[in-house]
């Protein structure tokens, strides 16, 4: 079979230091979506198994370090993707990288069942000029992601040199992410650090869970500091060490502080404050303002792959985001005592 005649995914992962001996099928089912034990064994009988550099059997046991590497083939998920003319918030443009600021309800890449108005259709339409870009691959140009209902900095790649390059550097964990949120309550430590294997959890498939001990889940290290104290919210910058799914809104959960207005993680329930009836108005119509979780990826710095220059982008908070902190001042100041 032809490698190039196929579709394929390339996974890349760095075992902790602390990472005890465990069979790399297992280990890859830990942390890939929608992968199956017997799907890594096909990949490693094809020789697209790597440790180190080093083609492995499924049954290879990973030790502290260890640079994993895994093609795995897939059907195009009869997902025809369509160039579309939608509009970008483009604030840096070069030959090799483009750095936008993603709206709320922009979905990043097309699935089953949401083929069109993702950030890819947008982008094969702007970049189709571009070989990465009019191949049909449902993630072209992606270096990470950021949640439907999270906004913020992205970085894409405009070829397969700089997506291998910077994807490196996430690997390596060089970019420094911040993210603002405006989360329930107020935590006691004003600045902290919040480490905690992230997961699948295992009551919910479509959410993530904290496992502080055993060997499930991937390894999650997030760094918070108290910004704005409003009383029965509060605004947080989070730095990323890593970059899980859903880390910021599973580690906040876990430390008892939910994203505001987060549907998935418990934020969209009343879970500060007052029992009067018009408190709860307020907060309904705070949830009005923003309907989706309050997280916003602010900055996102990392060296050029052509310049090695340290380079650093800034969005700031959308509209909606900055009435709702507004409104929580105003309603701060002129609560009844």
Not at 253 to 262: A, R
Request: hydrophobic share 35%; net charge neutral.
């Amino acid at each position: 079979m032809e490698e190039n005649s196929e579709k394929f995914e390339l996974y890349r992962f760095t075992a902790d230091k602390g990472q005890t001996p465990l069979r790399i099928d297992k280990f890859l089912v830990d942390r890939i979506e929608n992968i199956s034990r017997s799907k890594i064994k096909t990949a490693s009988e094809r020789g697209y198994l790597f440790v180190n550099d080093k083609q492995v059997k499924s049954n290879y046991k990973v030790k502290p370090g260890d640079f994993i590497q895994l093609k795995t083939f897939y059907k195009p998920e009869k997902i025809e993707i369509t160039p579309e003319d939608i509009p970008i918030d483009i604030i840096y443009e070069d030959e090799q990288l483009i750095i936008i600021n993603k709206a709320v309800n922009m979905v990043v890449h097309p699935a089953y069942g949401n083929e069109s108005g993702t950030l890819v259709n947008a982008l094969m339409y702007y970049l189709k000029d571009l070989p990465m870009f009019n191949a049909g691959e449902i993630r072209a140009g992606l270096v990470h992601r950021l949640d439907k209902n999270t906004s913020g900095v992205m970085v894409i790649a405009k070829d397969d040199e700089t997506l291998s390059d910077i994807s490196k550097q996430f690997f390596n964990r060089i970019p420094e992410k911040k993210y603002l949120a405006l989360v329930w309550g107020v935590p006691k430590v004003e600045e902290g650090t919040i480490t905690g294997h992230i997961g699948r959890s295992l009551k919910d498939r479509k959410k993530m869970s904290v496992f502080p001990d055993g060997e499930y889940g991937k390894h999650a290290v997030t760094h918070y500091k108290l910004i704005k104290d409003l009383g029965y919210v509060s605004l947080i910058e989070c730095v990323l060490e890593t970059g899980r799914t859903h880390q910021i809104r599973a580690h906040m959960k876990y430390l008892g502080h939910p994203i505001f207005g987060d549907t998935e993680y418990g934020g969209d329930e009343i879970l500060r404050g007052t029992r009067f009836t018009k408190y709860k108005q307020f907060v309904q119509n705070c949830f009005k303002i923003m309907p989706a979780q309050a997280l916003h990826a602010a900055s996102l710095e990392f060296n050029h792959p052509k310049t090695n220059e340290r380079i650093k982008f800034n969005v700031e908070l959308p509209e909606n985001f900055k009435e709702l902190i507004n409104k929580w001042e105003f309603y701060l100041q002129n609560r009844e005592i």
